[in-house]
């Protein structure tokens, strides 16, 4: 990359389109040397909606950024729709700002590592507001004890705290200080909280996300330079013991073998098979995980094998855990039935991090006190024939499945690897019409995250619902292995899997009385 191009965009600005003309012109010279251009529309009440049919409407062909926090326009300055600004990569310096009528020029010189001649020039557009711009002085009055230390107790100490899977604890002012950069940098790129479905689409019980408001105080407040200010540190002051099973003592605990993963190297998918002790059937109300070593623990996926099978690969999926998940307890009226004398099947995915360790995962498991109404099912989009082209940067591959019975969709997990770039699923209904259920448009690998529906979602009998991955096995993908090779489906990393899995119930099935009397109670 030689440059980025960025321009200053808002819909109720009819002097831009002229802007947006001109910077057509210069992306179609320089686009194929090296050079990125984007729209950047900070203009608060203009919502992404609004924004993408003023652009089919205008014909722009530009992608558009839209700053719903103003923290771009705010860092740029950019006071006016209309300006253009052209950004050197080699140090992220700001080479050209100013009108799109000397823009072709100044990209020139950027791309050809000369001098740019005229660095800045005025812009006669219209004004974009920045409400916050010229409040820097009040951003030093943020409250830490009264505003953003709540704020991090509630969106962030569950990870980072002692014996959490944050790289560091939220202990103090002192380290929420020494650290404040980097909660800057990663709250901006919108890497903490690590949350990666789009807002738009769907409502989720378990959204880790922060808002908008909550992402500009925090910012503010860093960009004042973190003041202490008068009161408490709830984050000192408050010692939280965290339990070892948040949902409380489970009803039956199983343990894996304990596995030694060497320091270096590939660890092959470990699958341990672990005898359920119980002699009757149970109805099961909840999971959780309490991982031995979460350093070297990847992820889990648990799956029950009736008694009389071999074929570890048959069972029913039971649970999952990754990394940062929460006890898993079952929708309400729901519950998946633990047959007595059954095998749990523990698929172990272990990475080695520069040291031997050693683990041995727990499993929490908790029982109804009465058979449920509706058994809870799962269904898994796949396709292990995929195929992904060397050199790829945007491969979209799907699956699907039409329903012939009403379902009620609960939750959603993508998972793909280091090639997966972005990932939803979508409903086709038997009118034609489509809804998008979930976008992930950024997937990221570390956090194999399940996406519950705040409201369960339901499919009338008939339904197409098909999940899609895209991946990017181009150089462009700092996490690929090798973009020179093609990609198949495969268990680690460097290979690829679509892999969509879907917790639901069907409408029309209920418990049967036959196994409501087998399944008691306790254990």
């Given at each position: 990359m030689k440059a980025v191009v960025l321009l200053t965009q808002s819909n109720s600005c009819s002097a831009g389109a002229d802007s947006i003309a001109q910077l057509k012109q210069v992306r179609d010279q320089y686009q194929t040397q090296g050079v990125q251009?984007?729209?950047?529309?900070?203009?608060?009440?203009?919502?992404?909606?609004?924004?993408?049919?003023?652009?089919?409407?205008?014909?722009?062909?530009?992608?558009?950024?839209?700053?719903?926090t103003q923290l771009i326009g705010e860092s740029l300055a950019a006071t006016q729709a209309g300006e253009a600004l052209v950004i050197n990569p080699k140090d992220w310096t700001l080479a050209y700002r100013g009108d799109t009528k000397?823009?072709?020029?100044?990209?020139?010189?950027?791309?050809?590592?000369?001098?740019?001649?005229?660095?800045?020039?005025?812009?006669?557009?219209?004004?974009?507001?920045?409400?916050?711009?010229?409040?820097?002085?009040?951003?030093?009055?943020?409250?830490?004890?009264?505003?953003?230390?709540?704020?991090?107790?509630?969106?962030?100490?569950?990870?980072?705290?002692?014996?959490?899977?944050g790289p560091w604890a939220m202990t103090s002012y002192d380290m929420v200080k020494g650290f404040a950069p980097m909660i800057r940098e990663v709250v901006r790129t919108q890497r903490m909280p690590p949350w990666h479905a789009d807002p738009h689409y769907g409502v989720f019980k378990n959204n880790r996300s922060i808002t908008p408001d909550q992402v500009k105080t925090l910012v503010h407040w860093i960009e004042a330079g973190a003041p202490r200010g008068q009161g408490s540190d709830p984050l000192g002051e408050t010692k939280k013991t965290w339990a070892e099973w948040p949902a409380g003592q489970p009803d039956l605990v199983l343990e894996t073998p304990e596995f030694n993963v060497p320091a270096t190297g590939t660890v092959a998918y470990q699958n341990m098979p672990v005898k359920n002790p119980l002699d009757h059937d149970v109805w099961l109300r909840a999971v959780d995980f309490a991982p031995g070593n979460r350093s070297v623990l990847h992820h889990v996926i648990v799956s029950i094998i009736p008694t009389g099978t071999r074929n570890r690969m048959g069972g029913?999926?039971?649970?999952?855990?990754?990394?940062?998940?929460?006890?898993?307890?079952?929708?309400?009226?729901?519950?998946?039935?633990?047959?007595?004398?059954?095998?749990?099947?523990?698929?172990?995915?272990?990475?080695?991090?520069?040291?031997?360790?050693?683990?041995?995962?727990?499993?929490?498991l908790y029982v109804a006190k009465q058979a449920p109404k509706y058994p809870l099912r799962n269904t898994?989009?796949?396709?292990?024939?995929?195929?992904?082209?060397?050199?790829?940067?945007?491969?979209?591959?799907?699956?699907?499945?039409?329903?012939?019975?009403?379902?009620?969709?609960?939750?959603?997990?993508?998972?793909?690897?280091?090639?997966?770039?972005?990932?939803?699923?979508?409903?086709?209904?038997?009118?034609?019409?489509?809804?998008?259920?979930?976008?992930?448009?950024?997937?990221?690998?570390?956090?194999?995250?399940?996406?519950?529906?705040?409201?369960?979602?339901?499919?009338?009998?008939?339904?197409?619902?098909?999940?899609?991955?895209?991946?990017?096995?181009?150089?462009?993908?700092?996490?690929?292995?090798?973009?020179?090779?093609?990609?198949?489906?495969?268990?680690?990393?460097?290979?690829?899997?679509?892999?969509?899995?879907?917790?639901?119930?069907?409408?029309?099935?209920?418990?049967?009385?036959?196994?409501?009397?087998?399944?008691?109670?306790?254990?």
């Open positions: 251009f984007f729209l950047v529309n900070s203009t608060l009440g203009e919502s992404r909606d609004a924004i993408a049919k003023a652009a089919i409407t205008h014909g722009i062909d530009l992608p558009i950024l839209v700053d719903d000397n823009l072709g020029a100044a990209v020139g010189s950027v791309v050809n590592r000369t001098a740019v001649k005229t660095a800045q020039t005025a812009v006669s557009g219209c004004a974009v507001k920045l409400s916050e711009l010229n409040r820097r002085a009040e951003h030093a009055k943020i409250s830490y004890s009264k505003t953003i230390a709540p704020l991090l107790q509630d969106a962030c100490v569950t990870c980072h705290r002692a014996g959490g899977i029913t999926y039971l649970a999952g855990y990754v990394p940062g998940a929460a006890a898993i307890k079952f929708p309400a009226d729901t519950g998946i039935l633990l047959p007595a004398g059954s095998t749990l099947n523990f698929q172990m995915h272990y990475t080695t991090n520069g040291k031997p360790a050693t683990d041995k995962t727990r499993f929490g898994v989009l796949l396709d292990p024939r995929l195929r992904i082209p060397a050199n790829a940067k945007a491969h979209p591959l799907s699956a699907s499945r039409t329903f012939d019975r009403d379902v009620l969709i609960y939750k959603f997990t993508p998972h793909s690897h280091f090639r997966g770039s972005a990932s939803n699923f979508v409903a086709t209904y038997t009118d034609g019409r489509e809804e998008v259920l979930l976008s992930v448009p950024r997937y990221d690998f570390n956090w194999q995250t399940a996406y519950e529906l705040k409201e369960p979602k339901v499919l009338p009998a008939g339904t197409k619902l098909t999940h899609t991955t895209v991946y990017d096995n181009s150089v462009q993908n700092p996490a690929n292995p090798d973009p020179n090779i093609e990609v198949r489906w495969g268990e680690q990393s460097w290979e690829e899997m679509l892999y969509g899995n879907v917790r639901l119930r069907y409408l029309d099935e209920v418990v049967s009385e036959s196994k409501t009397a087998q399944a008691t109670a306790a254990p």
